[in-house]
């Protein structure tokens, strides 16, 4: 495999303030890997460094393999970058924009058509980017960012304050790129869009890098409880406890609710039992871990169980 | 070299939307007209050629405002992208940041041009339409005194880039341009000169003089243009300075041009250095 983007026990720390501390990874062609975290985890300082605007403290960056701040232009054309919160002058249209960044990138001016086409934004090409939503200026974002079939793509924070549909629009081009071999490199607060997209999930925290695997293995390795909750009628809290034989876990949430965490093999066993006929509940809600219980797990203490 | 065209050519585009360009030319234009027309009332025709006055005039307008304008559009242009976001975005691309800087510094140096040219141009037009007799030496004055405007403007945007290489946020930047305006239209003129009344000449001598005035580009200007032809300098009352300094057109023109390479060289070296 080749190793579009190498990092070597990379510090960055900006005056006392350690921004990144001694994060290491590697990301071969066609991987999609989501950096996760908080805010201030580290993750767009990660990208920075990436981009070659800014030199680590310590440790080395390598993409395609040369260091990103040399600012060789060959690396920068095989290179798409789309920035959190991506923002345009608004007095240029679209079609301006990407003309010049066509341009930078010593592209084909024809590429213009073809990208806002791919983008959903051929409509609006001609106007102001002053008068675009949110959601068309991110795709606009996008667009420059596919310019010159990148080897390497940066995204920060992709896909908020996008909507639903758009979101599906954006994983199905960074599919097709990751499936022309693109190496994509996204941030992300939100683990449950990265499903299915990311073949592998880097956790951070305050600058470290705390988890690195699949999002199966991630939540395989922290073996993390589903919370499963249960309703009862007016007075039907007291049967179920019988019925779970007065497990001292159990929690009361209300008059009505109660709830258990489960491990995997204890949430298929309850299964089997509430398919039967007597199970003295009127509903029943399954949740998942999410996103702050994996960081919650990976920061060394499990949350609530 | 393609690059820095296409910056230029965006900084141009966006500065006509912006209505940058249209705004300084008709600032421009209209106090050249109003100094043309009520300038010259009151001088009448007394010797000086009509538009002899006129460049003194517009040199003195051109202190005031070019720098103004200059600082205007250049103070913005690091800091404020970088505040934006699309500074970082600009710095993925395959674009040295000197490049970046040069590129800008054509854009708003061809929006200056234009405004100056256009501005002063038709002031010079509508001199020559009211159908007075201008000498060859007028005209060649007052291209010189054109060219030399464009020059200091090249100048603060010069300093303006330097600025916003320099300053934290867009905030700062605007105090510290108008802060640099102030010290070289009005404070250094002002202190140079009570110094002078002060000194009685004991310690200041005449050559000293010279290099306290090219340490202000404005006055390197005023110079380059007030003592242009002796019809001019006398006119402008500047004769007495003129005959003591020493400086040729030559040490002044580098002395401007001085004034824009090395604010850009810093700015360029400043900027490459920042971390985005």
Same mark, same amino acid.
């Given at each position: 495999m080749i190793r579009n983007v190498q990092l070597n026990s990379v510090a960055k720390h900006f005056g006392r303030v350690k921004a990144l501390d001694d994060v290491s990874f590697e990301v071969g062609e066609g991987e999609t890997v989501a950096l996760v975290g908080h805010n201030g985890a580290g993750k767009t300082t990660l990208i920075k460094l990436m981009l070659g605007l800014s030199r680590p403290t310590s440790g080395s960056v390598a993409v395609l393999g040369q260091d990103p701040s040399a600012g060789n232009p060959a690396v920068r054309r095989r290179l798409g970058y789309l920035p959190e919160n991506v923002s345009f002058n608004p007095v240029l249209t679209g079609r301006e924009m990407l003309r010049f960044y066509v341009g930078l990138?010593?592209?084909?001016?024809?590429?213009?058509?073809?990208?806002?086409?791919?983008?959903?934004?051929?409509?609006?090409?001609?106007?102001?980017?002053g008068t675009y939503s949110k959601g068309m200026r991110q795709r606009l974002g996008l667009a420059q960012a596919l310019i010159g079939t990148p080897r390497v793509l940066l995204l920060d924070e992709p896909t908020t304050g996008l909507?639903?549909?758009?979101?599906?629009?954006?994983?199905?081009?960074? =599919?097709? %790129?990751?499936?022309?071999? *693109? *190496?994509?490199?996204?941030?992300?607060?939100?683990?449950?869009?990265?499903?299915?997209?990311? *073949? =592998?999930?880097?956790?951070?925290?305050?600058?470290?890098?705390?988890?690195?695997?699949?999002?199966?293995?991630?939540?395989?390795?922290?073996?993390?409880? *589903?919370?499963?909750? %249960?309703?009862?009628?007016?007075?039907?809290?007291?049967?179920?406890?019988?019925?779970?034989?007065?497990?001292?876990?159990?929690?009361?949430?209300?008059?009505?609710?109660?709830?258990?965490?489960?491990?995997?093999?204890?949430?298929?066993?309850?299964?089997? =039992?509430?398919?039967?006929?007597?199970?003295?509940?009127?509903?029943?809600?399954?949740?998942?871990?999410?996103?702050?219980?994996?960081?919650?797990?990976?920061?060394?203490?499990?949350?609530?169980a | 070299m393609n690059m820095i065209a296409l910056l230029a050519v965006k900084e141009i585009r966006e500065g006509l939307r912006n209505r940058w360009v249209i705004a300084s030319t008709a600032l421009l234009a209209t106090l050249a007209l109003t100094l043309t027309f009520l300038g010259s009332a009151p001088t009448g025709n007394v010797g000086a050629d009509a538009l002899d006055v006129i460049v003194v005039s517009l040199a003195s307008l051109t202190i005031f405002i070019v720098p103004l304008i200059a600082l205007l559009i250049s103070h913005d242009a690091i800091v404020g992208e970088i505040e934006r976001g699309t500074m970082t975005l600009l710095l993925s691309y395959p674009i040295r940041r000197w490049q970046?800087?040069?590129?800008?510094?054509?854009?708003?140096?061809?929006?200056?041009?234009?405004? #100056?040219?256009?501005?002063?141009?038709?002031?010079?037009?509508?001199?020559?339409? #009211?159908?007075?007799?201008?000498?060859?030496?007028?005209?060649?004055?007052?291209?010189t005194m054109t060219a030399t405007s464009v020059l200091l403007g090249a100048v603060f945007v010069a300093i303006g880039y330097l600025v916003s290489a320099l300053s934290r946020d867009h905030g700062t930047a605007s105090g510290v341009a108008i802060g640099i305006w102030l010290l070289f239209v009005l404070i250094y003129d002002m202190a140079l000169l009570g110094l002078l009344v002060a000194d009685q000449g004991r310690f200041v001598t005449p050559g000293m003089l010279d290099p306290l005035l090219l340490l202000n580009p404005t006055d390197a200007y005023r110079l380059l243009n007030l003592m242009g032809t002796a019809e001019i300098s006398s006119a402008s009352g500047m004769s007495g300075t003129i005959q003591n300094a020493a400086l040729g057109s030559f040490s002044l023109v580098a002395a401007l041009a001085a004034w824009t390479a090395m604010p850009m060289a810093a700015a360029a070296f400043i900027f490459s250095r920042r971390e985005l």
């Open positions: 990138k010593s592209e084909s001016r024809r590429s213009v058509d073809g990208l806002l086409d791919r983008v959903g934004l051929t409509h609006a090409a001609d106007r102001r980017i909507d639903p549909e758009l979101r599906q629009q954006f994983y199905r081009i960074v =599919r097709e %790129m990751r499936d022309a071999g *693109t *190496t994509i490199i996204l941030s992300s607060h939100a683990l449950n869009e990265l499903e299915g997209n990311a *073949t =592998r999930v880097i956790i951070l925290n305050e600058g470290k890098k705390i988890a690195d695997g699949s999002l199966e293995e991630l939540r395989r390795i922290a073996r993390l409880p *589903t919370v499963i909750r %249960m309703r009862a009628a007016d007075g039907g809290v007291q049967r179920i406890r019988d019925w779970m034989g007065n497990r001292p876990d159990l929690r009361q949430v209300n008059g009505h609710t109660i709830e258990l965490d489960a491990s995997p093999e204890g949430k298929v066993a309850f299964l089997r =039992r509430a398919a039967g006929a007597e199970a003295p509940f009127d509903d029943v809600d399954m949740v998942p871990p999410g996103l702050d219980e994996l960081y919650a797990h990976f920061l060394g203490g499990r949350p609530s | 970046v800087l040069l590129g800008k510094f054509l854009g708003h140096l061809a929006i200056l041009a234009f405004a #100056t040219l256009i501005g002063y141009g038709v002031a010079a037009a509508a001199l020559a339409a #009211t159908g007075k007799s201008i000498g060859g030496a007028s005209w060649f004055a007052f291209a």
